[in-house]
């Protein structure tokens, strides 16, 4: 029998896949680690079918071992009489706690098989929510700004673990950058804000992210002077209607 590590996606109940929704409503018992992959997931399983793994709030790697050996033999055993899936936001092989149980099935239960669904993670989600784009030929690079850190380099970076966004906005400007965060984007609990003020989300909240481009960087793709030729036509626009 299989374990399924599933990617519900950034927290819309309709962006999670449909080989995701396929899998969910087939298995005999659905894992979350959290409460809002789990409501995330009450969309797709009835509550019955959800399972309980404890997780100490805790960074002691002891303790964690402890507890992730534990989750993975109680996975590993209701494995042994049916198919499983352990859900994840976004996708479960970015920044996921599903990392933590494929290293402890894989040591203590290798004969268990494991299958993967990729979700849509925030690391791609973001650009159409914040409406950046990514062009062909440019990198994007993925960076943690947790407790108000600023790390600078590449001329594109998304940053997750936004948590003091005027402290990180505060150093990225100041090292030349524009800077634009999304929280809670397509998560159907809480609010969603998109802003480039850093006070507007002045408050903690776990689920917050920033996207950081160098001032002035140049747009080296053919259609990207039609941008400059729209915005002149979007400006001569209410006159021509007048
Ligand atoms: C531990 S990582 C999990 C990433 C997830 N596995 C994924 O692929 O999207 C959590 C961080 O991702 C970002 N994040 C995840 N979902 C988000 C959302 N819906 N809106 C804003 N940020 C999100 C936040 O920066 C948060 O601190």
Redesign the pocket.
Known sequence: MTVYGV?LG??DADLVTVKGKRILESVDVVYSPGRLSRTVALNHVPEERIGDLDFPMTRDPDELRRAWKEAAAEVAERAESGDVAFV?????N???TFGHLRRTLDAFHPAVELEVVP?V???T??ATALGVEIESGTGLSLREAANGAAPTGPDRMIL???TDAPATYEGLTEAGYDVKF??????EQGETLVTSNPQEIAERD????AYAEREGLERDVATAEFDAESADTDAVEPEVSK
């Open positions: 990617g950034p927290g994840t936001l976004g996708d479960p970015v920044y996921s979700g993670s925030a690391m989600a973001f997750f673990k936004v999304g929280r809670r984007l397509f998560m776990y689920y917050t992210l």
